[in-house]
């Protein structure tokens, strides 16, 4: 069987890394030939969220839309269309619809609430670019579907049959995201961290005055990674780093506590809680709001912990800060439950078997 893979991003996109490319290796040992086929270039998204740089950026993205028509030629060659999220960023899915049109299989993979109205402006005009019925579109179109969570099968049921809809959580290679060797437990300065993208840094905000607090108390150090612009909180002592595709297991591992702020909203119901299953992948417990998914992958008190308000924030950082025992054993019991639920090793069969039944019905 061939597959081609239809997908916004490159392999520096977390959404396609984790759930398209990883799966790859294990696809190809079970005689699936796998071609990727992002629209952005490596190149592209290092600028594209980036201030200024508008001619590069419509240089590049001529040259992806040129790459793209390209594309939908060459898909005719495959057994299946697997395509993550959108063949092409703006407009109706015209390549989609044309390859439904003459009969080629399509497998859609849906891993974020992108069928929601955002209220930045920036959004807004991404919408005006869009069509708005473009995700229901692509769903009635394709033969199956998988989505990261029951939140977004719900929603697709409106368009599909329930027995199309697959749920495959966001999962990690247990083999190569693991725990440091030496886990230092009488380590005197602890690291809380959070490792993200800018476009989920305005939720550290959540956390400012926690932090405040807890640097009063307790002698700490905060690492953000990833969010794009300089955190900063006067009286905590904060490092700022880039995110980077060669150092992201080094980052994860020089953390003691993992933090995941969210607001309690229908965007984070579409979320697949990824950041949690990272940290505890890696054996870091972590500290994160009981809202969508991580209510599901989080047991409060036994593989790490769930805050609502800021008193419960303060109160369970400060557990972890002081108690390096209670770091380690929430650390392995969260290592646990990634590794018997949101492990590469339990969603890879998942979806080698969605592949399996879209072609057995071509």
Not at 95 to 122: C, H, M, N, Q
Request: proline content about 6%; glycine content about 4%.
């Amino acid at each position: 069987m061939k597959v081609i893979f239809i997908s916004p991003y490159p392999t520096e996109g977390p959404s396609y890394r984790y759930r398209v490319e990883q799966y790859f290796p294990y696809l190809e040992k079970n005689g699936i030939k796998c071609v990727p086929r992002p629209f952005l270039s490596s190149a592209f998204y290092k600028i594209l969220y980036k201030p200024k740089n508008i001619f590069r950026k419509c240089f590049y993205f001529s040259i992806a839309s040129i790459s793209r028509f390209f594309d939908f030629f060459r898909a005719f060659r495959y057994d299946i269309i697997f395509i993550h999220l959108e063949a092409y960023p703006i407009g109706p899915p015209v390549f989609e619809y044309l390859w439904a049109k003459f009969g080629k299989t399509i497998v859609y993979d849906l891993d974020d609430a992108i069928f929601l109205p955002r209220k930045k402006i920036s959004y807004k005009i991404i919408k005006f670019l869009k069509y708005y019925k473009k995700i229901p579109t692509l769903i009635r179109l394709s033969r199956e579907i998988t989505v990261c969570n029951d939140y977004l099968k719900d929603y697709t049921s409106q368009f599909k049959s329930e027995e199309k809809i697959h749920v495959i959580p966001t999962s990690v290679d247990t083999k190569k995201f693991i725990p440091r060797h030496s886990y230092e437990a009488n380590k005197q300065v602890p690291v809380i961290g959070w490792i993200g993208s800018h476009t989920t840094a305005d939720y550290l905000d959540l956390l400012r005055s926690v932090f405040q607090t807890l640097s009063k108390k307790y002698n700490f150090v905060l690492k953000i990674v990833g969010a794009g612009q300089q955190f900063e909180i006067p009286g905590v002592k904060t490092n700022n780093h880039e995110w980077s595709l060669s150092r992201d297991l080094e980052d994860f591992h020089s953390l003691d506590i993992g933090v995941y702020p969210l607001p309690d909203d229908e965007w984070i119901k579409g979320k697949a809680g990824f950041k949690a299953i990272l940290y505890m992948s890696m054996g870091i417990p972590c500290v994160c709001s009981p809202v969508g998914v991580n209510k599901e992958i989080i047991i409060d008190g036994v593989n790490s912990f769930l805050a609502s308000t800021e008193e419960e924030w303060i109160e369970k950082l400060t557990l972890l800060i002081t108690d390096p025992d209670l770091r380690k054993k929430l650390g392995l019991e969260g290592r646990k439950t990634i590794e018997e639920r949101f492990s590469l090793r339990v969603s890879a069969p998942k979806l080698l078997e969605v592949l399996k039944t879209a072609h057995s019905a071509y």
